[in-house]
């Protein structure tokens, strides 16, 4: 079969197509009109550029797609697509690599002369539960249109979490992502501690390191907060903090002392950022994650160095983020005053309460996915007893899924939710009972990264909604690395599962 001798030899097909004058000939002429157009219409030169590229990236997709899954979890996740749009007029990456990444693994599965199945796992059924209920709101909802959208780009977000665990599903792609993910965070983290030292606040480093005043605390003045690649200080936050624990495996882990070297420095850089956020759900989420992981690590003696280097990060932090940790005093128990001299508390607080009430009256379905903002106008001016026009997001996860999609659709994301955290555990016990410590320490770093974006969560809405499905992807991967190696080793894996 002419398709499968293309798919397996790319490179000999190419070698032997060139081989032939005409297309030597085709190759040269197509080139010379491409730069010819480029040049006299004043075209940019990305275009030109931008084709070859695309050839070669069409050509990298088919001989190792696990290589452009690896480019489109790392571009994903740091939202660098959007920055390429919004700052330098560069078409969506994103789109196009789905797309051709859909067909690759289609043809891999139908026109291959050895198909090769696609995974099937729990989590798949519960995506599916959860898009099913979204789509209810379609026959009530008030806005048609706004849930219509978020199916859509929940639907788009799932294709690419089926992509990464059908791809990068051998432990030498997986780590080469994760690998990726980690450069991408050192650098947008660097990015923003370089910001603040030369205070260049007002020059955003081509888009990846935005900034701009917010408040900081009552006793202190608003100042420049990091924003990276993303529209919100606490969303940059967040999606650096799922990479910390990643940076402390890598600092622990790593083959050589380059790898090591490289994951402590990304580990400082990622705190460094995270700090210049000034975010309180992101601070409280670093706490979580670090004590959890410490008490997975078990606290050995060697371990402890690192808090040196994190008490030094402290010192030298700006007196703005000690005075924003310490406004968390004010969500605590027994100090109700605070709640009221925080605008941002008190803002969140009176969401939260029109979320509830929301709940209290569609309590089966809710009002509708994307909902929950046109139905904010309604509650708070029943709260407030003024008429206003302003529209705002529920500012959790869990009190805007309950709201829009009702306790049904609150206990499908749960159960989505508990599926992939229970995958991760069977990965990491696959491992383990293996003698893989290595991939075992990797899978409970992306669970306690998963954990870190859980409790951040409770206090910002879904937004960037692709950083849980990204996740999702990411822990299916993980456990169909464990399940083969386990097959191939014959790991009893009724045993792992108790």
């Not at 978020?150 to 432990?171: H, M």
Request: proline fraction near 3%; charged fraction near 15%.
């Amino acid at each position: 079969m002419q398709l499968e001798h293309v798919l397996k030899s790319p490179v000999q097909t190419a070698a032997e197509l060139w081989q032939r004058w005409w297309i030597q000939i085709g190759v040269v002429v197509t080139a010379s009109i491409a730069a010819g157009m480029v040049v006299s219409r004043d075209l940019p030169l990305w275009l030109l550029f931008g084709g070859i590229g695309g050839l070669v990236y069409v050509a990298i997709a088919f001989y190792k797609p696990e290589y452009v899954a690896a480019a489109l979890l790392v571009i994903h996740w740091g939202n660098i697509h959007d920055v390429l749009i919004r700052y330098h007029g560069i078409p969506s990456v994103v789109k196009p690599t789905v797309a051709l990444l859909t067909v690759v693994l289609l043809v891999r599965r139908f026109l291959s002369e050895r198909p090769r199945g696609l995974v099937s796992d729990p989590v798949i059924w519960w995506t599916l539960a959860y898009l099913m209920v979204g789509a209810t709101g379609l026959w009530f909802a008030r806005d048609t249109d706004a849930v219509m959208k978020q199916l859509v780009d929940t639907a788009k977000d799932c294709i690419i979490a089926v992509l990464i665990f059908n791809l990068l599903s051998t432990r030498v792609a997986f780590e080469r992502a994760v690998w990726g993910l980690l450069i991408v965070g050192a650098a947008l983290s660097a990015l923003a501690v370089y910001q603040e030292i030369t205070r260049t606040y007002d020059n955003n480093y081509w888009g990846f390191a935005q900034a701009a005043v917010r408040q900081i605390s009552t006793t202190m003045d608003d100042r420049a907060r990091a924003f990276g690649t993303v529209n919100d200080p606490n969303y940059f936050g967040q999606l650096l903090l799922v990479l910390v624990p990643l940076a402390i495996w890598a600092a622990l882990n790593g083959r050589t002392w380059r790898g090591r070297s490289f994951g402590l420095a990304a580990l400082l850089l990622l705190l460094a950022a995270i700090g210049l956020t000034f975010s309180r759900g992101a601070y409280l989420g670093a706490v979580i994650v670090l004590g959890v992981y410490a008490m997975y690590l078990r606290l050995d003696a060697r371990y402890l160095l690192i808090l040196p280097l994190i008490g030094a990060l402290l010192y030298v932090a700006p007196p703005e983020f000690r005075a924003r940790f310490g406004t968390l005093d004010e969500v605590l128990p027994g100090n109700n005053a605070g709640a009221y001299t925080d605008s941002s508390i008190q803002g969140r607080t009176v969401k939260a309460e029109v979320a509830l009430t929301m709940i209290a009256d569609n309590p089966v379905f809710g009002v509708g996915r994307g909902n929950y903002r046109l139905h904010y106008r309604d509650y708070i001016n029943v709260i407030e007893g003024a008429g206003s026009n302003t529209e705002r997001d529920a500012h959790s996860l869990y009190l805007e899924v309950a709201a829009e999609q009702g306790i049904i659709g609150f206990v499908v994301f749960s159960g989505l939710l508990l599926a992939v955290w229970g995958r991760l555990r069977k990965a990491e016990r696959l491992f383990a009972a293996a003698g893989e410590r290595r991939m075992a320490d990797l899978s409970v770093a992306v669970k306690v990264g998963f954990l870190g974006y859980l409790v951040t969560s409770v206090f910002l809405h879904g937004a960037y909604g692709y950083m849980l499905w990204l996740q999702v992807g990411m822990a299916v991967a993980l456990v169909v690395i464990a399940q083969r190696e386990a097959a191939d080793r014959s790991v009893p894996l009724v045993e792992v599962s108790r």
